[in-house]
């Protein structure tokens, strides 16, 4: 396929925020493709080139695609900069100077969909001594041979910024009705679908998004779907791949967590670590982060325990790992070991002073058997059957089932003094549903004193922090984008040894700026860290209508994703608990 239809589709989808007309572009588009280029059009749809169960990124900073168009185009990096911070988008600025240069010169490029996808994999490789020079070498042929439209978003690609809305479930919605034969009977007027047969259509997709839940790759899951739906269920999770891990909602208390999940329910402690998704294949253990980021290398301690005490040759665990106190054996929180999520060196000696013990609480796969279909009470007898427990270095989550809130609260008082956040409540009889907050578990915790909160800005410092970002401008999610609570800056130490500092999160974040005015800037919403406060106000300054008073940074939560920050929901429910106390 031309890489110029794909854009065109793009644009057409960047013009309209109904979710059901995107769906139908999609399906169109999808349809038209030829099996050879599908995998990689639905990837491209999203502004990807890696099915999401890998996190490899393109890795190619603001500064370096400025000087590629400056290259394609002849235009001066002063210039470029001019209309970049005047349109805020170097998508758009690339599109107006190809058509400039366009006028002058007889433009003969083309470009396929498999050109454009292999170069930006190609980007994603370099590495090392030249590999800048070859990065803007490799944007610059691409821009060469595009039409404007395409120059707009080989840029935003290659940014991974695509800015055209297209999320998972529409792409599995457009892959149902194209692949799978299913007519939703769309009226354009009024964004409404009429399947003849409501219940056909549901199973249909529910069929697609079980098949990306076990595969994580969507692409691989359109070019199935072409095959008929029995082939789509024979699809199996994959040892060694990640999938995404099941999220859970918040309750403000006891009697709502057990409104949520049923009672009897498991009621099990709730770590304060973070989440490691394990996979076993013989004596091969892959271990990922919730963000299905890879950190087998970091944990070669957690990797042992697997291969001593799970008593299964191949299977994919769920767990928490909870650092401890090596001398006092009492549990810390995760912000005590989160350095050693990133940290690549003195591995052996790190796993020595920051221990960490295993929780094990769920199990997706067992020996050749997906487990997600299976409820939870059948998996937890999974665990407790394989997993040889050795205390502070494997054990299961401590779980009673019960269905008296006493029980419950007392339960809760022994977690909290053991130094953990509180309860976990589960429905015995849910599936594993990957990636989804559907509230087959629930959260209970004491009082919300910390979020989750993603970076959306900075402020480039003056005098002795001059050359680092400070005073981050923090953000939680809201149902169209991200919401902006205010600024913080305490909390960032001056030393990496002492926490996270700011250098290391000017590093972090300098590579994402998308604007710079004097000394603001906007960063791509990517980095999320943990925020304390002492209490929330409302307040018409910031975009969510609501900010903090005496914020202070926690931590660097580089497990976790934008999409599994803190909401406007629980913000507001966290103004009003606190207003009652
Ligand atoms: P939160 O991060 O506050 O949304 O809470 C959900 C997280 O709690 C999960 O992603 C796990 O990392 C963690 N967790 C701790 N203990 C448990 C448990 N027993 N069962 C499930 N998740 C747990």
């Not at 963000?291 to 191949?314: G, I, S």
């Not at 969510?544 to 429910?573: C, H, K, N, Q, W």
């Amino acid at each position: 396929m031309e890489y110029e239809e794909l854009a065109k589709a793009y644009e057409t989808l960047e013009s309209t925020s109904k979710r059901l007309k995107k769906t139908r572009i999609i399906s169109d588009l999808i349809s038209k493709t030829r099996d050879e280029d599908l995998e990689m059009i639905v990837l491209l749809l999203r502004g990807k080139v890696y099915p999401d169960y890998d996190t490899t990124e393109i890795g190619v900073a603001s500064r370096l695609v400025l000087k590629a168009i400056s290259v394609a185009t002849g235009y001066d990096a002063k210039q470029i900069e001019r209309l970049w911070s005047k349109k805020g988008d170097l998508g758009l600025v690339a599109e107006d100077l190809t058509r400039k240069k366009a006028q002058s010169t007889l433009f003969s490029g083309s470009l396929t969909v498999k050109e454009v996808f292999t170069n930006l994999r190609k980007l994603s490789g370099l590495e090392g001594s030249g590999s800048v020079d070859q990065k803007v070498k490799v944007i610059a042929s691409m821009l060469s041979s595009a039409k404007p439209l395409e120059a707009r978003y080989i840029v935003r690609s290659v940014l991974q910024d695509l800015r055209v809305g297209v999320a998972e479930g529409t792409i599995r919605d457009a892959v149902a009705w194209s692949c799978l034969g299913v007519n939703p009977n769309y009226d354009e007027e009024t964004e409404t679908i009429n399947p003849e047969n409501r219940e056909e259509y549901n199973e249909s997709l529910a069929i697609v998004q079980k098949a990306i839940d076990k595969t994580n790759d969507s692409g691989l899951v359109a070019r199935i779907a072409r095959k008929g739906k029995s082939e789509l269920e024979k699809l199996k999770l994959v040892l060694g791949k990640p999938v995404k891990v099941m999220l859970a909602q918040k309750s403000n208390t006891i009697e709502e967590a057990f409104k949520s999940v049923g009672k009897p329910a498991a009621v099990e402690f709730k770590y304060d670590g973070f989440r490691m998704l394990i996979s076993k294949e013989d004596d091969k253990i892959k271990i990922f982060t919730r963000r299905l980021e890879e950190v087998t290398h970091q944990f070669p301690e957690v990797k042992e325990y697997v291969l001593k005490n799970v008593k299964a040759k191949d299977c994919v665990i769920d767990s928490e790992a909870v650092g401890y106190n090596s001398k006092t054996g009492k549990y810390t929180a995760f912000q005590n070991i989160s350095q050693r999520i990133k940290r690549k060196y003195d591995i052996d000696r790190l796993a020595k002073e920051l221990p960490v013990e295993l929780n094990v609480f769920d199990i997706l796969y067992v020996e050749g058997e997906d487990l997600l279909e299976k409820p939870f009470s059948e998996r937890r007898k999974v665990i407790e059957k394989i997993v040889n427990e050795e205390e502070k270095k494997i054990v299961l989550a401590k779980q009673i089932v019960t269905s008296d809130e006493k029980e419950a609260q007392e339960f809760f008082d022994e977690s909290v003094k053991l130094g953990n956040e509180g309860l976990m409540f589960k429905k015995l009889d849910a599936e594993y549903k990957p990636g989804s907050r559907v509230g087959y578990m629930v959260k209970f915790k004491s009082a919300m004193d910390e979020l989750d909160l993603v970076v959306t800005g900075a402020e480039w410092g003056e005098g002795k922090r001059k050359g680092w970002l400070t005073s981050l401008v923090v953000a939680c999610a809201g149902e169209e984008g991200f919401l902006e609570l205010g600024r913080v800056g305490t909390g960032l130490k001056e030393k990496r040894e002492e926490g996270l500092s700011f250098d290391e999160i000017t590093e972090m974040l300098k590579p994402i700026i998308t604007d710079e005015k004097g000394r603001d800037v906007k960063v791509k919403p990517k980095i999320v860290i943990s925020v304390r406060f002492e209490e929330i106000q409302k307040s018409p300054a910031y975009s969510s209508g609501y900010a903090l008073r005496f914020p202070r940074v926690v931590a660097l939560r580089s497990d976790r994703s934008p999409e599994e920050i803190t909401t406007l929901e629980e913000v507001e429910d966290a103004y009003y608990n606190q207003k009652k106390q």
